[in-house]
């Protein structure tokens, strides 16, 4: 089955800095990757999603790249914020077919420094 | 509109009983996941309802089971616990019956088996 393994485990930034999170898989028939972020005491929540026909995506200050050839994909949060401070997980699956639910990765705890 | 709704939100049991976990997806959504969340491993999937049928399970023991109401609301029972089963059990729903549609995910039912 898909397995997603995702890098670092920890990662903390200085306030307006870059943070990057990566992640890869095994299954090449997965063709979408959501990134879902969970605060303290609250269910995780998606923030973007990528799909295998395409190779990068942006939203605001959040950016999901995807490299299909090497199976590993990256979230890039630019300016970084207070709020942004959580736990951040990547997924992956296929649509219809083969791996038909998400297989997540370990998880990121991202700690922002004021 | 209201969010997925979980019950009860924290739970003690004793090893060798037995739980049930209950979920209310968003209101048309008839895609109910059922998730296991432990410190150190993410999220690992346990099962998937949809219309009342289940259409995908994890690798967990057969304790782990799981149905889904006419009414989409879908419940989890675990039977005689063991101390490993105390976790975070999230539950999810999406629109469709696909893992490439967005999943909306409750807060939660702590488990802690004593």
């Known amino acids: 089955g898909e397995n997603v393994e995702q890098h670092p485990s920890t990662l903390s930034v200085q306030e307006g800095d870059s943070a990057v999170i990566k992640c890869t898989y095994s299954?090449?028939?997965?063709?979408?990757f959501p990134w879902y972020k969970q605060e303290l005491g609250k269910g995780p929540q998606l923030i973007i999603d990528?799909?295998?026909?395409?190779g990068e995506k942006k939203d605001q200050r959040i950016a999901v790249t995807l490299n299909k050839t090497a199976k590993h994909f990256s979230l890039h949060i630019t300016e970084t914020q207070p709020e942004d401070s959580a736990v951040y997980f990547c997924?992956?699956?296929?649509?219809?077919?083969?791996?038909?639910?998400?297989?997540f990765g370990t998880g990121t705890r991202l700690t922002i420094i004021p | 509109k209201a969010g997925v709704t979980q019950t009860p939100r924290y739970l003690i049991k004793t090893r060798g009983q037995q739980v049930t976990l209950s979920c209310s997806p968003i209101?048309?959504?008839?895609?109910v996941s059922w998730y296991q969340q432990t410190p150190g491993q993410g999220l690992q999937f346990l099962f998937e309802?949809?219309?009342?049928?289940?259409?995908n399970k994890g690798n967990f023991p057969g304790r782990f089971s799981g149905r889904q109401f006419s009414n989409s609301r879908s419940e989890m029972n675990v039977s005689t616990l063991e101390l490993g089963d105390s976790a975070l059990y999230l539950c999810?729903?999406?629109?469709?019956?696909?893992?490439?549609?967005?999943?909306?995910f409750g807060q939660g039912t702590r488990l802690t088996v004593v």
């Open positions: 999810a729903s999406s629109s469709l019956a696909r893992a490439d549609t967005e999943a909306f």
């Open positions: 299954d090449s028939a997965s063709n979408y």
């Open positions: 990528i799909r295998s026909n395409v």
């Open positions: 997924a992956a699956s296929m649509g219809v077919g083969g791996n038909e639910k998400l297989t």
């Open positions: 209101s048309g959504h008839r895609s």
């Open positions: 309802y949809f219309s009342e049928t289940q259409r």
